[in-house]
């Protein structure tokens, strides 16, 4: 597996001009399974801790994406409480704009293309897919945004 602080180093220095914590050492993680990374931000004795993880799991999937996980997760190290709202996004298209330029064939995106472990999709008939789930569901469900019978398919 790559060493994701070199990584990391390397990314801060060429897409966010060094302004992030150098102190953060991201690591993977077998434990992460519903998604493909997280920053954690915690308190203790009053100061600010954060942790970058990569999921191993997405990553066996989707080995191509570990720069677009490590940038996206990056992207909340710099924007911590702004979510997926106005800030990063603005963040995610002036990286992905950075990536062009360069022929990179890496591109960031809001969400993953799935969670990790999860083998089966709820498709909406006007939709498409809205949910994943690990498990073939044993019952059956409706739409959220439309309230039409969704059909389950294997990923």
Not at 11 to 22: I, R, T, Y
Request: proline share 5%; charged share 25%; net charge positive.
């Amino acid at each position: 597996m790559e060493n994701l602080k070199f990584l990391y180093d390397f990314c801060n220095s060429k897409f966010f001009n060094d302004e992030l914590p150098k102190s953060i050492i991201p690591e993977y993680s077998s434990r992460l399974t519903s998604s493909a990374g997280i920053c954690k931000k915690t308190i203790k004795k009053g100061n600010l801790k954060t942790k970058v993880k990569i999921s191993t799991h997405y990553l066996k999937k989707y080995p191509d994406e570990l720069m677009s996980i490590l940038l996206h997760e990056m992207i909340h190290v710099k924007h911590p409480y702004d979510g997926h709202q106005r800030k990063f996004i603005s963040e995610m298209y002036r990286i992905n704009k950075l990536l062009e330029s360069i022929n990179s064939s890496t591109k960031l995106s809001v969400h993953s293309k799935e969670n990790a472990l999860n083998n089966y999709g709820f498709k909406c008939p006007n939709h498409g897919i809205i949910a994943y789930k690990p498990r073939k569901p044993r019952v059956s469900y409706l739409c959220n945004k439309c309230r039409s019978p969704v059909e389950v398919v294997e990923i």
